[in-house]
């Protein structure tokens, strides 16, 4: 799913132009494929969800939008699959959970096909912020910085620097075969979904004018 491209007929274009103001006409623009990226997002959450192990909120965030810019004559906008890694604290999803162990370190299932990827060391915490997630601690480097604290047979000390795992994308995780899937569906239904919602805000503005 490299992006699906939308953007409002000319014939749509062309009456939203002739009955509403400039300002209206940008805030129905606004609005119309503001809605649209919504069920956008639920759609690609409710195909995805069944093979990525996340909350359907932690896949919507991931749904990425470009919206046309303010003034723009000819509006479109791109949804895509954004390649931001996730956390891997968020891959707890209905099913499967991440797991902690004092022994074992930490078990996440990314994937609801395959199995759980272990992060030995690791451990789960909660930050002076509020935010959770999972986190280790820096090997020891080697030369002279390696000499600054005792280091334990794993290769760890106290000291080191603590960083939170960081999983894979949820572009990746879905694979490309089911990127095209959810593309198709997507230049399909998108273009009526905005169509639909761009008349509707035509239809706002025009009976608030009307008094209606």
């Known amino acids: 799913m490299a992006g699906v491209s939308i953007k409002i007929n000319d014939a749509q274009m062309a009456e939203a132009l002739r009955v509403l103001n400039p300002k209206q006409f940008d805030q129905a623009i ?8 919504t069920t956008a997002r639920k759609m690609v959450s409710d195909e995805t969800k069944g ?6 909120g932690a896949i919507k965030e991931a749904i990425g939008s470009k919206p046309p810019k ?7 906008a791109v949804i895509t699959i954004t390649k931001k890694p996730t956390p891997a604290i968020d891959f707890s999803g209905k099913g499967a ?12 299932t990314m994937r609801r096909d395959r199995g759980p990827i272990q992060f030995p060391h690791y451990f789960k915490a909660k930050m002076k912020s509020g935010h959770v997630g999972i986190f280790g601690r820096t090997k020891t480097p080697s030369g002279r910085r390696a000499r600054q604290g005792k280091k334990n047979k794993a290769g760890f000390v106290g000291r080191l620097t603590i960083r939170e795992v960081v999983g894979t994308t949820v572009y990746e995780l879905v694979g490309e075969a089911l990127q095209n899937v959810v593309g198709r569906k997507l230049a399909v239904a998108l273009p009526a979904l905005l169509e639909k919602n761009m008349a509707s805000q035509i239809d706002r503005f025009t009976k608030k004018a009307g008094g209606q």
Do not use: H, M
């Open 30 to 37: 606004f609005q119309a494929f503001s809605r649209s990226f």
């Open 51 to 56: 093979v990525v192990n996340l909350k359907a």
């Open 70 to 76: 303010r003034g723009e004559q000819n509006p479109s």
């Open 97 to 108: 959970t991440v797991k902690a162990t004092k022994t074992r370190g930490v078990s996440v």
